[in-house]
Nanobody, 114 residues
Framework: QVQLVQSGGGLVQPGGSLRLSCAASGFSFSNYVMSWYRQAPGKERELVASIGPFGDPNLGDSVKGRFTISRDNAKNMLYLQMNSLKPEDTAVYYC????????WGQGSQVSVSS
């Protein structure tokens, strides 16, 4: 079955960096768009970044210049490198394959605080 297993996240001070990883299985990973979403307390889940099968990235305006989305199709891995983190980046982050609407990673808490 389609499965997404996340790793990474944690607590970091403002200006710090974190990296999230997402291991995909159960589908032909290299053929599909992959995305990262986040949900802050009391807010709706929002799209952070997406990447096409050939590595063409799209980033939300709030994270452009700070976050990088990438993928390794040989390893079925999706990544989100987060630099210059701000307190407003605090959220639970989820990886998602849009073509499999009901399948999400388990979520990774990212907390940015001094």
């Amino acid at each position: 079955q389609v499965q997404l297993v996340q790793s990474g996240g944690g607590l970091v001070q403002p200006g710090g960096s974190l990296r999230l990883s997402c291991a995909a299985s159960g589908f032909s990973f290299s053929n599909y768009v992959m995305s990262w979403y986040r949900q802050a307390p009391g807010k709706e889940r929002e799209l952070v970044a997406s990447i096409g099968p050939f590595g063409d990235p799209n980033l939300g305006d709030s994270v452009k210049g700070r976050f990088t989305i990438s993928r390794d199709n040989a390893k079925n891995m999706l990544y989100l490198q987060m630099n210059s983190l701000k307190p407003e980046d605090t959220a639970v982050y989820y990886c998602h394959a849009p073509s499999f609407a009901s399948t999400w990673g388990q979520g990774s808490q990212v907390s940015v605080s001094s």
